[in-house]
């Protein structure tokens, strides 16, 4: 995918246009394609991601100015259906504004130090970090330490 290409999927998301009508614009890659080249490159992914957010914004702002437009009983059930998919996905892809749960990120130290012997000597440790994080991953296996 060229750079020209990569800025116009990337505007155009950032405008609220969902990339599998993007991508069927003739001189644009395939979402296959666009899909491909994110698996194969980190900085493209969180470039179509955050864009896909900005995205989210823009929508939202067009429902503000879209309910100031006076509309039929048959539009308002259309549009209440429209914008209710737009709060949805704004609580997907934008989760840390919109989202219902609060994430929290807990960083700790997993560091376990174990020494024997007489104070003055030297300390003998061994570290068991691998094997902490095997435990925190499967809390059901009681085996013993390796070493």
């Known amino acids: 995918m060229d750079p020209k290409q990569t800025n116009e999927i990337i505007e155009r998301l950032e405008l609220g246009e969902p990339l599998s009508k ?15 080249y994110c698996r194969d490159n980190e900085e493209l ?9 900005t995205g989210v914004w823009t929508l939202l702002d067009k429902i503000a100015e879209d309910m100031e437009i006076p509309k039929t009983p048959q ?18 892809l934008a989760s840390n504004v919109f989202g219902d749960k609060i994430k929290s990120e807990i960083k700790q ?3 376990l130090t174990v020494t ?32």
Do not use: C
């Open 109 to 111: 130290d997993t560091t």
């Open 22 to 36: 993007i991508t069927r614009d003739k001189k644009l890659p395939t979402a296959s394609t666009v899909y491909k």
């Open 116 to 147: 024997w012997g007489i104070p003055e000597q030297t300390i003998k440790t061994i570290d068991v970090s691998e094997r902490v994080e095997e435990i925190q991953k499967n809390p059901g296996e009681r085996d013993t330490l390796p070493g």
């Open 75 to 92: 539009e308002t059930h259309f549009l209440r259906e429209k914008y209710s998919h737009i709060r949805w996905l704004a609580s997907k």
């Open 45 to 53: 992914h969180k470039r179509i991601m955050n864009a896909r957010q």
